[in-house]
């Protein structure tokens, strides 16, 4: 890979997650086409090498943005409540992610699998405070990438 799509890689990423953050959505290719002044054509070909790297996840119909750990572009079972924002987490590590990667306090709120009760998990000053939840990871971590969906 050239220096230059090294560079604009590492910037349409940067942009991705400031958007996630500032707005608890992903970019559109068409928005990140008019933010760098390429065709969205040319964004969508940064977007299929970040996916390549494990650096995001597209969706794999729309090849729009799914995923950009911890973030999630589609409604999951964890949510995550912060800056007056909400954000959606791709599994509970992923919500705990989240709070870390803005720096901030927290209210998580996830869905049990089985029961489908909501657990409610607040993270102040980077410490998680809850009621002895337990999150387990049915698939190791080494398999996420065999399909990060239902991983």
């Known amino acids: 890979m050239h220096d230059v ?8 990423r940067t942009f991705a997650y400031r958007a996630f953050a500032a707005r608890g959505t992903a970019p559109r290719p068409d928005e990140i086409a008019a933010a760098f002044g390429v065709t969205v054509s040319k964004a969508q070909d940064v977007l299929e090498r970040l996916h390549r790297a494990h650096a ?6 729309t090849r729009a943005i799914r ?7 589609v409604p999951t079972a964890f949510r995550v409540r912060a800056n007056g924002r909400a954000y959606w987490a791709n599994c509970a590590w992923d919500a705990l992610g989240i709070p870390a990667a803005l720096d901030t306090d927290a209210r998580i709120e996830a869905r049990c699998a089985g029961t489908d009760d909501v657990v409610a998990i607040e993270v102040r000053a980077g410490e998680v405070h809850g009621n002895s939840e337990v999150a387990h990871f049915a698939v190791p971590f080494h398999r996420w990438y065999d399909d990060l969906i239902t991983t």
Not at 5 to 12: H, L, S, T
Not at 56 to 61: A, G, K, M, Q
Not at 67 to 73: D, K, Q, R, V, W
């Open 67 to 73: 995923m950009a750990n911890p973030f999630s572009a």
């Open 5 to 12: 799509e090294k560079e604009i890689d590492a910037q349409v």
């Open 56 to 61: 995001l996840f597209l969706d794999p119909e």
